[in-house]
């Protein structure tokens, strides 16, 4: 049976980022330190510290890695940074990304924008303001640092093996504006050269094309286990039965064959660059 995961968007004052801020709270005052002081020393405002304080904002590692060796608390504010950094995605989202950054295979089929370990930071930002109902400049600015940050993904070692089918649309599709779109072609191009990257793009003028029922991510795990991830309007469904993931990825194998080959792909990318 499928593991359906519907889950409402992320408030960014809950679970995890209360509890790391009560223990910041505690950790600074037993220091004797005003939020102004502490924030002098971590080069942060005090408004921004009463936000960490109150869950309402989302701290990064090196601030959290400052505050434990400042506030001398002895790993308990380090012990969080993990899960705190989760709560910079989406509540839909977040055990996705942690499978994401345990895979030692990932496989894409994008249909509606480059998928988001692809994204440039002007592309990911443009996308998110597009958004209805409209997201606060915080939870964009957070929504984009979090994608950024699944693209160390990269530069891991052993480096997972990973591929990108992408339908042609996606790749004329203006978010933010022509110079956003260049941008993102060109990192394309970029990304499309490393040894462990595979980017294919289904070309419009394709008479069969298998994917049709719409987008999913396939992610192996170390050990050969194999699940799907389908993603739509703010839910999330996991697919864990095996043969179900087992034809999921049966149907990206046709996908890949139906598509341009890699070094087409990258050759069509420059291309479209050429046209804009």
Avoid: C
């Amino acid at each position: 049976m499928d593991d359906q995961r519907q889950q409402p968007e992320h408030e960014v004052g809950s679970g995890i980022l209360h509890v790391f801020g009560q223990h910041l709270k505690l950790f600074r005052v037993r220091a004797g330190l005003e939020r102004a002081e502490f924030g002098a020393m971590t080069g942060y405002a005090a408004s921004s510290i009463a936000s960490f304080e109150q869950g309402r904002r989302i701290p990064q590692p090196k601030f959290i890695d400052q505050a434990d060796e400042l506030l001398d608390a002895g790993g308990v504010l380090k012990a969080s940074k993990e899960e705190v950094a989760r709560a910079q995605y989406p509540a839909f989202f977040r055990d996705a990304a942690r499978l994401e950054a345990e895979a030692v295979e990932l496989h894409l089929y994008a249909v509606q924008a480059v998928p988001g370990l692809l994204q440039t930071e002007e592309y990911t930002r443009a996308l998110l303001t597009s958004r209805r109902p409209l997201l606060d400049d915080e939870t964009i600015e957070q929504r984009v640092a979090g994608r950024l940050a699944r693209q160390e993904i990269f530069s891991r070692w052993p480096a997972p093996l990973m591929s990108f089918a992408i339908e042609e649309a996606v790749l004329r599709r203006p978010f933010g504006g022509k110079s956003v779109l260049r941008g993102q072609l060109e990192q394309l191009l970029l990304i499309g050269e490393k040894r462990h990257v595979e980017i294919q793009v289904m070309p419009l003028d394709r008479e069969d094309n298998a994917g049709v029922d719409g987008p999913f991510t396939l992610i192996s795990r170390k050990g050969g286990e194999q699940v799907a991830y389908l993603e739509v309007q703010g839910r999330s469904t996991f697919v864990t039965d095996p043969e179900e993931a087992r034809s999921l990825a049966a149907r990206y194998g046709i996908i890949r064959a139906q598509a341009l080959t890699p070094r087409e792909s990258l050759a069509f990318v420059e291309k479209l660059l050429g046209e804009l």
